[in-house]
């Protein structure tokens, strides 16, 4: 049984993130972003996405991956 | 809309909405979850807390406290005796002075000179415009630099043409002026755009008429530019105004206050009540009075925004 | 939309068409007055380039000594070393993103509503827009804040993009584009059988693309440089937008003048770069703000 008070919990972990952790927010919004994005610029053809839009999607999608993979990096804060 | 569309919805939803009085035969409910996402954010994040601005000032609030007593307008009133508050309201309004004085005529100067399309256009704007997409953080922090009191670049070409140097931010009375100028110099790209936009939006015939009657440059400026871009001046003017009394993050950066409330500002001290003792409903009632301001200045757009020139 | 800059620097009214001697010394002065006036724009940041390309110790300097003998980037390398300014840029870059998608989105269905739709309630949230539009965030943040906590939002991503993407200037700028659009485009797709969220997909949206990067790009000046709701709703450093961190070192470097101004170029380079890319979208979207429509 979920109680109220676990739900409430799940904006706040999702919603943070320590030096060392995850992004999750990055994951959800870059990600939710670069779908949009993606679909605007590739798969709909009469909204005449330039060059802009494009690169955008590839760029959303490397810090949609470069958020969940952040504590992985090697670099000593 | 036609009827038929009401069917884009789920029947049960469309039920609802008729049956709350909201959706007639000729209301297409679809527009309802267009709009209903904007309008929800607007109530939970902007109403609601505004109305609360009001509530809270009206009361003793520490954000740990267990209850937070109702103590009427007391907040008002020791705002009332506040010295601190009142030298805040003193350099808000120096401030906004300032820049009404300095700010808006030179930015239509700016935007004068450029709307003569002289060569390099492009360039004087692009570099003018500068100051105001970089952040207020970074313009704050090398203006800083700039000011320092030894080294700083304004006291050595101040000493180097062999006049006297100023400690000019830690100084009590050249602090404020010293961060107002930083300010103007920061936001003067911005009105003088809206000034620009203006003069494009003033019909080319009107001058080409004027030329043709034999109007002389400043015939053509008097009584052709001057009286069609008073909208646009009345606007920036206004927009100036309001946006002065929001002055902030240039005193935390630049000077923290100091020194010795000679930079406090009203949202300055504000956020200093707020945030730094955790004074909640004091602060409140500083908001409330910047929220009165505020209003006051939109309510005098609005008045004289009505009475626009149409072309 | 009434905004068309023209930066062009073609005579548009013909005010240099005369000649004469009295025009070229008009055009000698003018040319003379904006020079000076790029001069003092740019000069403060060549300033900053100077100091943070200097060595530390050898940072006090005479008017002589502007030019850095050898330049050096350790400054950059330390700041850089020392402090999280790339995850400060990633917070900065995720609360953009967010923020200006889901402004554009929301702002332009509700745009789209106001200018297109017909239905009751339709004028109360034109006021409510225009109403909230005068109102300054910066004194609303307390009871915002002691609504957040009530959400358990409190440092949280989500509680600093709310109050930006509640912003009700793009909602009005939308409505005013969207008003110069031609009502019987509508008319034609609704013959085609489109519904109205289709109208908005396939015609609106497509035919607002030079709004909607107006209106991008002045949301995402304004994100990047936002300062006091982050200050006060982040509490882990480890979140901080850039300015927030940024001005966090004032008092950690007092004195280290070089690898301040390294912070600050490094925090100013992505948006003087964005804008010298595309001037002309960074003041349309300023010079939308004067615009009534």
Not at chain 2, 195 to 208: R, S, V
Not at chain 2, 239 to 250: E, L, N
Not at chain 3, 280 to 285: L, R, S, Y
Request: hydrophobic share 55%; aromatic share 14%.
């Amino acid at each position: 049984m979920i109680s109220p008070a676990t739900l409430a919990i799940v904006p706040l972990k999702i919603g943070t993130a320590g030096l060392n952790e995850p992004v999750w927010t990055g994951v959800i919004v870059f990600g939710f972003v670069t779908l949009a994005i993606g679909y605007l610029a590739f798969v709909r053809r009469e909204f005449g996405a330039g060059i802009v839009l494009k690169l955008g999607t590839v760029l959303l999608f490397l810090l949609t991956l470069l958020s969940y993979f952040w504590p992985s990096r090697p670099w000593p804060h | 809309m036609s009827t038929q569309s009401v069917r884009e919805i789920p029947k049960q939803l469309s039920e609802w909405l008729t049956n709350a009085g909201l959706v007639d035969a000729q209301t297409n409910p679809a527009w309802y979850f267009i709009v209903v996402p904007k309008v929800l954010l607007f109530g939970l994040i902007m109403i609601v807390p505004f109305l609360g601005a009001f509530y809270v000032s009206l009361h003793e609030w520490a954000p740990l406290a267990q209850t937070h007593p109702f103590i009427g307008l007391d907040n008002y009133v020791q705002l009332l005796h506040d010295k601190v508050f009142w030298k805040s309201l003193q350099n808000t309004v120096f401030y906004a002075a300032m820049l009404l004085l300095f700010d808006v005529p030179i930015a239509l100067g700016l935007a004068l000179l450029l709307n003569m399309k002289l060569r390099g256009t492009r360039f004087y704007s692009a570099a003018i415009f500068l100051p105001v997409v970089t952040s207020w953080v970074v313009v704050s922090l090398i203006w800083t630099w700039i000011y320092s009191p030894t080294n700083g670049i304004l006291n050595i070409s101040l000493a180097s043409l062999g006049l006297p140097t100023f400690d000019w931010l830690g100084n009590r009375a050249l602090a404020m002026p010293a961060v107002t100028a930083m300010s103007i110099w920061k936001h003067i790209g911005f009105n003088m755009v809206i000034f620009l936009a203006g003069l494009g939006g003033i019909p080319d015939h009107y001058y080409e008429a004027a030329i043709i009657d034999g109007a002389n440059r400043w015939q053509r400026f008097r009584y052709i530019t001057l009286p069609l871009l008073k909208p646009t001046a009345f606007f920036v003017i206004i927009v100036t105004m309001i946006f002065s009394f929001r002055v902030y993050t240039q005193v935390y950066v630049m000077t923290n206050g100091g020194p010795v409330h000679a930079t406090y500002t009203l949202m300055y001290y504000f956020w200093e009540q707020g945030f730094g003792r955790f004074n909640y409903g004091y602060a409140s009632a500083m908001a409330v009075v910047l929220l009165v301001i505020v209003f006051g200045l939109s309510i005098l757009q609005q008045r004289t925004w009505g009475t626009d020139v149409e072309y | 939309m009434s905004t068309d800059l023209d930066l062009s620097g073609e005579d548009r009214t013909g005010t240099g068409r005369a000649t004469g001697t009295g025009q070229y010394v008009v055009k000698a002065l003018a040319h003379g007055i904006l020079i000076v006036a790029s001069a003092l724009a740019i000069i403060p940041f060549a300033y900053a380039l100077l100091t943070s390309l200097k060595p530390e110790e050898k940072i006090f300097s005479t008017m002589a000594q502007i030019i850095p003998a050898e330049p050096t980037v350790m400054n950059y390398v330390n700041i850089w070393m020392q402090n999280p300014l790339d995850r400060w840029i990633f917070n900065s870059l995720l609360l953009s993103a967010g923020v200006v998608f889901f402004t554009l989105l929301l702002d332009s269905l509700a745009g789209y509503a106001l200018a297109k739709g017909d239905f009751k309630g339709q004028r109360f949230v034109y006021l409510l827009v225009v109403g909230t539009l005068i109102v300054p965030p910066q004194a609303i943040v307390v009871p915002l804040y002691i609504e957040m906590s009530q959400f358990k939002l409190v440092n949280t991503y989500w509680a600093v993009m709310f109050l930006y993407i509640a912003n009700p200037f793009g909602v009005f700028m939308m409505r005013q584009f969207f008003l110069s659009v031609p009502d019987s485009y509508l008319e034609a797709a609704r013959m085609d059988g489109c519904s109205t969220l289709q109208i908005y997909t396939r015609i609106m949206l497509p035919m607002a693309k030079p709004a909607l990067s107006s209106l991008a790009v002045f949301t995402f000046t304004f994100i990047w440089g936002a300062f006091l709701w982050p200050l006060i709703i982040l509490s882990d450093s480890a979140m901080y937008p850039l300015q927030v961190g940024l001005a966090g070192l004032t008092g950690q470097y007092s004195s280290q003048w070089g690898q301040l101004m390294a912070a600050a170029i490094i925090a100013a380079l992505p948006v003087i770069t964005a804008y010298l890319l595309a001037q002309k979208t960074f003041m349309e979207g300023i010079a939308l703000t004067g615009s009534k429509g």
